[in-house]
């Protein structure tokens, strides 16, 4: 998910040390420890803001993992 993000990122001419805010929507909250975990593989300190939420459904049925992220574009 952390990778899908990056490269969207790289394409628009950013990357993930230029994310300042992060919002991540689960389906499930038992995904908190796997979500922590890549935060902190994908980012460095000082870590960007985030929000997690727990939702009861995302755009597509299957997805289980949403991530929203504003950057800066250099």
């Known amino acids: 998910m952390f990778q899908n993000l990056a490269t969207v990122l790289e394409q628009g001419g950013s990357s993930l040390a230029d994310v300042v805010k992060v ?41 289980m993992v949403e991530i929203d992220a504003i950057a800066i574009a250099r």
């Open 23 to 63: 919002t991540i929507m689960v389906t499930d909250m038992s995904y908190l420890d796997q979500i922590v975990r890549l935060r902190e593989e994908y980012f460095t300190e000082p870590y960007p803001a985030d929000t997690l939420l727990q939702v009861a459904g995302l755009a597509q049925p299957d997805w």
